[in-house]
């Protein structure tokens, strides 16, 4: 059965501070995805990583993945406090036509000023 | 340019009434996906459907719980006979192709009393 595990679960930093998410998983997958949650509401997609060595950066954050290690990152920078919700990874482990996604227990993230 | 709709957003049953979930996918996408999130958890995969075919159900009780998506109209996540422990958040997410980028519609919360 595919694991996932993130750490830390709960983060507070102060703004402008710089922190990494870590995300690791249990069985070979190209794809994985890192989604973002606010409080009573949806996931809304940040990024998803197909690749060893894949990196992306969308504003503050940067996510990177390494399929060898089974661990994916996220790495905030100079953090502000619009960023505090809750950031799951997420990994599909199928190689053929069925994709579903195993996601890992998230990281509630608080950025204080 | 409309997303993953779901309803209803809030849906209060008592023990023993059913409950049906709907969730209608974004335009072109003919891939669905239920998943289930207890507070304070992740996501936990449940089905996975297209058109008039159940792909994947391998996050579904085996009793009482049951989805369709039907050749017209929206995927449907029906619970008979509900019970306190099925209180918690339903998401849907749809994608166009296997693998694919998943999107999640803004969840229906159910409650149990």
């Known amino acids: 059965e595919l694991k996932v595990e993130q750490n830390p679960l709960f983060l507070s930093m102060q703004e402008g501070k710089n922190y990494t998410i870590y995300c690791n998983y249990s069985?070979?997958?190209?794809?994985l995805y890192w989604y973002r949650q606010d409080p009573g509401k949806s996931l809304e997609s940040l990024f998803v990583?197909?690749?060893?060595?894949a990196v992306k950066q969308e504003g503050r954050l940067m996510a990177s993945l390494d399929t060898k290690a089974r661990l994916s990152t996220l790495h905030i920078t100079a953090a502000v406090h619009d960023l505090s919700a809750t950031y799951f990874c997420?990994?599909?482990?199928?190689?053929?036509?069925?994709?579903?996604?195993?996601f890992g227990t998230g990281t509630r993230l608080q950025v204080t000023l | 340019n409309a997303g993953v709709m779901q309803n209803p957003r809030h849906l209060v049953r008592r023990r023993g009434q059913e409950a049906r979930l709907r969730c209608s996918p974004m335009?072109?996408?003919?891939?669905v996906y239920w998943y289930r999130q207890l507070p304070e958890e992740g996501l936990k995969f449940m089905v996975y459907?297209?058109?008039?075919?159940?792909?994947?159900e391998s996050g579904m009780p085996k009793e009482r719980f049951s989805a369709e998506f039907p050749k017209e109209g929206p995927s449907i996540l029906r619970i008979q006979q509900v019970v306190r422990g099925d209180s918690a958040a339903y998401f849907c997410?749809?994608?166009?192709?296997?693998?694919?980028?998943?999107?999640f519609g803004d969840g229906t919360r159910l409650s149990i009393l």
């Open positions: 997410a749809s994608s166009p192709q296997s693998g694919s980028f998943q999107h």
């Open positions: 069985t070979t997958s190209d794809r």
């Open positions: 990583l197909l690749s060893n060595g």
């Open positions: 997420a990994v599909d482990p199928s190689t053929g036509t069925a994709s579903k996604l195993t």
């Open positions: 335009k072109g996408h003919s891939h």
């Open positions: 459907l297209q058109k008039e075919n159940i792909i994947d």
